[in-house]
């Protein structure tokens, strides 16, 4: 997800497919504005990161075996001119 302007709250679904376990690899870059990122997975839900102005996130969690996870982005004030990327691997 590009922007130049978001507010609000916004959620990303991955499934797990078959019995390999996957990586969720995420990056993200903004510059303004301050939003948490969070994931939930089997009904268990997990800070993942807060990015602020300026920065750059970029790394790894799991491994997830299986099932959906539910990846959300709520921005703490007007973010101005990010990315937000999360995929399985």
Sequence with gaps: MS?????GTKVFTLKVVGNKEMMLSY???LDNGKAEVFYEYNGEKTDLFTIESGEEKNSKVGPFSSGTIYITVK???TCDEGKFVFSLN
């Design 27 to 29: 990056s993200a870059e």
């Design 75 to 77: 921005t703490m004030e």
């Design 3 to 7: 922007f130049s302007e978001f507010t």
